[in-house]
């Protein structure tokens, strides 16, 4: 098991480009591919980046792909996700997940191990 943290959230103003860390504690961290996940009020958890074991395979869905940035340091346990031209819409609880299932943290099966989410709130 890996333990996760998601930091960074807040406010922000429409447009801006914040960058959320996750930090992971627990077993070898480059075992595990991350992703991050987010949750708009009233809506379903969606999966919006996804970064493998060594950080040579990145992965993003049609809806944010051009926006969303993910990023991981693997000496610091950290996975980051940053997006660029954040708008009101990107309001949402976002989910740092990790898995050493590929298939897993796109959102094809179970995700084994979920941080407990960051509010991210963007105001115009």
């Known amino acids: 098991q890996v333990q996760l943290v998601e930091s960074g959230g807040g406010l922000v103003q429409d447009g801006g480009s914040p960058r959320l860390p996750c930090a992971a504690s627990?077993?070898?961290?480059?075992?595990?591919?991350m992703s991050w996940f987010r949750q708009a009020p009233g809506k379903e958890r969606e999966f919006v980046a996804a970064?493998?074991?060594?950080?040579?395979?990145?992965y993003y869905p049609n809806s944010v792909q051009g926006r969303f940035t993910i990023s991981r340091d693997n000496d610091k346990n950290t996975v980051y996700q940053q997006t660029n031209g954040r708008r009101t819409e990107d309001t949402a609880v976002y989910y740092c997940a990790a898995d050493p299932n590929w298939r897993a943290v796109v959102g094809e099966t179970s995700v084994g191990n979920w941080g407990p989410g960051a509010q991210g709130t963007v105001s115009s």
């Open positions: 970064i493998s074991w060594s950080g040579s395979r990145l």
């Open positions: 627990g077993r070898t961290f480059s075992s595990y591919a």
